[in-house]
């Protein structure tokens, strides 16, 4: 037995207008009449049709040499037709003088090379689980395609031949056709609106133009940067919760700075490292700490001088040129005292200095804008914020999801806690590249200061280096893009999502994403969940879609949550494995170990496509097989079908007499089709 006989179904059953394959019902319509004025995107309502359609198209070039010569003696027949008029006074024919005008000028675009011409076929196949639906839904075809100004038939005792032509097998059996030029058929490209989806990475939403499933991979970008704007209550944090989520299923380590714990209860789900970053907690961050990796093609040093100036500025106020050239000076001192300089080779596997050695180093230089420094930075040595800046590091980021809150900080130190805790991860991924997402929620506190703005877009602009895709939230777009680096990070940012705004921001944000009017008032009236989507280029409107046990892990509105509650208990990450993985595999995050489920997945995908390869690589075979036998019986399949053919193409033109009569000035040079025993149909 062979695999095409595994994989085909075991029986069908063919009825005179539907076919019973397995447990669904199939039926093929065939176009018959089209409307004598087309447009770009006519096929529209069809395309973007609500139920699951296939859609087939043929298309036949003509001779134009043969062309000419039909349409040189049709002009000839509507000429003597007029000039017969003419002479016997009667009133001209304005249906004949406008059929003689579109004839000429086909006869002039064709000859020219301008315009070629076609035979379009066009058949369209659904399926259903029972018969009342399947009638339901030719119901709407049907009247769908009328409003359309076409006609639809079913393809009534040929159905087998129609579910054939259905197939992506180019084979056309019914062979009911209309004659187009070039420009007509220009118009039947189906592809109306914008698709975002590629064959791997994760699902964002579905694209509200067509239906179709919104499939990315970021780290296919130019950039892994993305930006989200919302107003409050929107669904940023639901949307970017369920992207890290099912980005965490294929690999990818997430890391999230939470203002305002909105990540709490996802973390504890999948296991994750909760990190509360406070004055009186536990972790701990030092603001000195280098990466220990002394590479010399990084000038690791300086770069860590640079962001601790602006980490030490929203520490100490705005600062003098002065001041700043003596703290420069300091930190030098800083770290030579613990044996590390501009060399590459000290800075390996040395201890950093602390925030109280600067402290002391400051105090012991001669300048008095040095000691002032210094009395600025006693509050955080011995004075009330003591204890939050001046401790060695404990934080480990090896978790698959790592989440680090600044509720607890005032709104005072709220910025400088969330500049060091980037500054503390910018530090720790250098030392191992692998694939991360950090998500930095209230990114307008960063923007609030020119110091932590500047540090944010250099993080932004540099992240690709390292495999770090940023994506950065805010709901203060005005603050957001107060100044040039907030467009930059933008600019910056391959994937942007913009959900409902308020009046305040669509201008600002109409001028900044160059969008439409229609697309500024889609997003001040869009519900919750939906925006618009940009990836690259190209953007779609977008509803962003959850399963239940998804929605269980990430949802923080107060009505789900006291719901869950009362169905006892939350729905843990391994109830949301079960769901996700295939029904013959073991729960593969028994354990929680999300980057074993990935692979799982990934292996699972490949080997499916070694079968689809097995499938065709076996079709092949025996169609090479048969012909060979075919030879050896003495039959000349080819031979019939080049004498068909030719049999055909001469029918088709059998109507052209009445075609140019017509006169469609769009749809020209006919209004009739043809089915395969060369008989004319008009669709008028």
């Known amino acids: 037995m062979s695999l095409i006989d595994l994989v085909a179904p075991s029986h069908m059953e063919i009825d005179f207008n539907h076919i019973k394959i397995g447990d669904y019902y199939h039926r093929v319509f065939f176009v018959s009449g089209y409307p004598r004025f087309v447009g770009p995107n006519w096929l529209s309502p069809i395309v973007n049709f609500e139920y699951s359609i296939n859609i087939s198209t043929f298309y036949y070039p003509v001779d134009s040499k043969f062309v000419l010569d039909k349409l040189k003696r049709k002009i000839a027949e509507i000429e003597a037709t007029l000039y017969t008029q003419m002479e016997k006074r009667h009133v001209l024919d304005p249906s004949s003088k406008v059929a003689l005008s579109d004839a000429q000028k086909l006869q002039d675009a064709i000859a020219e090379g301008s315009e070629k011409f076609f035979h379009f076929a066009m058949y369209i196949s659904v399926k259903a689980k029972s018969l009342e639906t399947l009638e339901k839904v030719s119901k709407n075809i049907i009247s769908t395609m009328a409003a359309m100004n076409m006609t639809t038939k079913i393809a009534t005792l040929q159905q087998e031949d129609g579910f054939i032509c259905s197939q992506p097998l180019g084979i056309d059996n019914i062979y009911v056709t209309r004659n187009m030029d070039t420009t007509s058929l220009a118009t039947t490209f189906p592809f109306v609106t914008s698709e975002l989806t590629m064959d791997h990475g994760v699902m964002y939403g579905i694209n509200q133009h067509n239906n179709g499933l919104i499939i990315f991979d970021r780290f296919d970008m130019e950039n892994y940067n993305s930006v989200v704007f919302a107003t409050s209550g929107a669904g940023k944090s639901y949307f970017v919760k369920l992207e890290a989520l099912r980005s965490m299923m294929f690999g990818t380590n997430i890391i999230i700075i939470d203002p305002e714990n909105e990540f709490e209860r996802l973390s504890d789900a999948v296991n994750g490292t909760y990190i509360s970053f406070s004055q009186g907690g536990g972790h701990k961050i030092n603001p000195f700490e280098l990466s ?15 962001s601790l100036e602006g ?3 929203l520490l100490m106020g705005e600062l003098s040129s002065t001041e700043l050239a003596i703290l420069d000076r300091a930190l030098l001192l800083t770290y030579r005292e613990k044996g590390i300089t501009l060399d590459p080779a ?9 925030l109280e050695d600067l402290y002391k180093v400051l105090k012991g230089l001669a300048e008095p804008e040095a000691r002032v420094m210094a009395g600025k930075l006693e509050r955080y040595i011995i004075g009330s914020g003591a204890g939050i800046f001046n401790e060695a590091s404990n934080i480990d980021l090896n978790n698959p999801m790592t989440v680090f809150t600044v509720r607890d900080l005032s709104d005072e130190l709220r910025p400088m806690g969330i500049y060091l805790i980037l500054d503390h991860i910018w530090t720790r991924i250098r030392k191992d590249r692998q694939k991360r997402i950090m998500i930095v929620d209230e990114a307008w506190y960063m923007m609030m200061n020119d110091d932590s703005a500047k540090f944010l877009y250099s993080l932004v602009k540099r992240a690709r280096k390292y ?6 939230i805010t709901q203060d777009v005005n603050d957001f893009l107060q ?19 308020s009046t305040n921001a669509i201008k600002t944000l109409g001028e900044v994403f160059n969008l439409s009017e229609g697309e500024m008032a889609y997003l001040l009236s869009c519900d919750k969940g939906q925006g618009i989507f940009f990836a690259g280029n190209n953007h779609v409107g977008i509803q962003v879609v959850a399963s239940k046990a998804e929605h269980d892990l990430i ?20 109830k949301l494995a079960e769901l996700f993985a295939p029904p013959a595999m073991e729960n593969p995050l028994k354990d929680r170990n999300l980057k074993s489920f990935g692979e799982e997945v990934q292996k699972a995908v490949k080997e499916r496509q070694n079968v689809i390869a097995q499938i065709l690589a076996e079709r092949e075979y025996y169609s090479e097989k048969d012909k060979l036998s075919a030879k050896k019986r003495g039959v000349d399949k080819s031979g019939s079908q080049d004498r068909e053919s030719s049999n055909l193409e001469k029918n088709r033109f059998e109507g052209v007499d009445r075609t140019i009569r017509n006169g469609e000035p769009h749809m020209t040079p006919d209004n009739y089709v ?4 060369g008989k004319d149909n008009d669709t008028e």
């Open 292 to 306: 220990g990796l002394g590479d010399p093609e990084d000038d690791e040093l300086r770069e860590k001088i640079l």
């Open 674 to 677: 043809m089915d395969e025993r």
């Open 311 to 313: 980490f030490l500025r």
């Open 467 to 472: 495999y770090l895709g940023v994506t950065t």
């Open 346 to 354: 000290t800075q390996r596997n040395n201890d950093p200095p602390l």
């Open 555 to 574: 949802t923080t509105d107060p009505r789900d949550l006291e719901k869950i509650k009362s169905d006892k208990g939350e729905k843990s990450m391994e």
């Open 483 to 501: 100044n040039d680096l907030g467009k930059a990070i933008i600019n910056n940012s391959a994937i942007k999502f913009l959900m409902k705004q």
